[in-house]
């Protein structure tokens, strides 16, 4: 587990969560803060915990993706990765979108443990979704209502296909309760290694609307809430701001240096907010290599190296699977208003193609 709240504020600088977290609460008693302590810390041990991780330390946003240092010692490193699939052949699959064909079923060995909630197949197939029709294919993807972060409560129907090509998650509130949407590959198909991408539009976050929203797309591990290890891939998460992306990776291995993170300033070339057109999230997984980013801007390049002894093997080099979730309204982003509902989170296509397949 991390270390200590309290320990971490005065070890390093705060994160972009802590510090909205601080400023939402400083005139809460001890007691309260200590409440709001333990659901940043840590994400779920179990399939229905709500709490959530993010780590690191941030010592500015990047505005520029060649800086070694934008970061601080253990969030982004760029430039310096060497090795592995060429930036000529990742920028390749930065600009493609997936075959506008239906997608083979996964096709692959069964991982994880048997019965156990997440276990699927182990794609060693490309597949890929345009999300065309009015309902989910149910060989790739599942409605979830499983809640890891957010005071929301995931509902089927909240989620669905718009008849247009798109997956959309909305946010609704009905008395003093709130509704949304979640779909996974959970049990469907997990990925180990390759090219991780989907195209979203995020909703909106920014000059007071939606300040409480919580959107993320990410990998989990198969088996966590058994193993002995945890971890997580936040390809993209926001924070009650659509005009910053971040993006973590996160492991239970009990050195916070294990934990990257990364925040850039959605650029002018996205209209400096992420709800105003969809864009490409994307992580290139290799064997000893991740890199993730949205669009031409890199987010992070981290390797094996980058971790202490035997973490990288336990967390980064097993299998995981997908979640698409509209989170709202954890404690430490403010309540939403109730001209903030409805919203949407909002995904044009989903795609996986293992490593092998990547020329």
Known sequence: ??????QKLLDKNLTRKEFIGLIGL????LTGITGLIRELESHAATATASIEPENGSLSGKVTAVNDTTASGSKGV???SGTGGVSDATLNALIAAVPPTTASPAPSGPSVGQAGQFDTGTLATNEVWDNFDGTTLDSRLWQQDTINQGGTQVYQNANMALDGSGHAVMTCTKSGSTI????????QKFNMKYGWCAASIKMPLSKNGVGGAWFPAFWMLLVGYNTSPNYCEIDIMEQFGDSTTYSTHLYSDSGTDSDNKESYVDVPASHSSDASQAYHTYWMLWEDNRIRIGVDQVRMGDWKS???????WVAHFQQPMYYIFNFAAA????????STDFPAQMSVDWA???PLSAIS
């Open 1 to 6: 587990m991390p270390k200590p709240y309290l």
């Open 305 to 311: 190296t980058d971790f202490t002894a035997g973490t």
């Open 77 to 79: 490193k760029f430039g």
């Open 179 to 186: 509704y949304s949407g979640r779909f996974t590959s959970r």
């Open 330 to 337: 954890p404690d430490w982003l403010p309540a939403p208003k």
């Open 351 to 353: 795609w996986y193609k």
């Open 26 to 29: 400083a005139i809460a008693s």
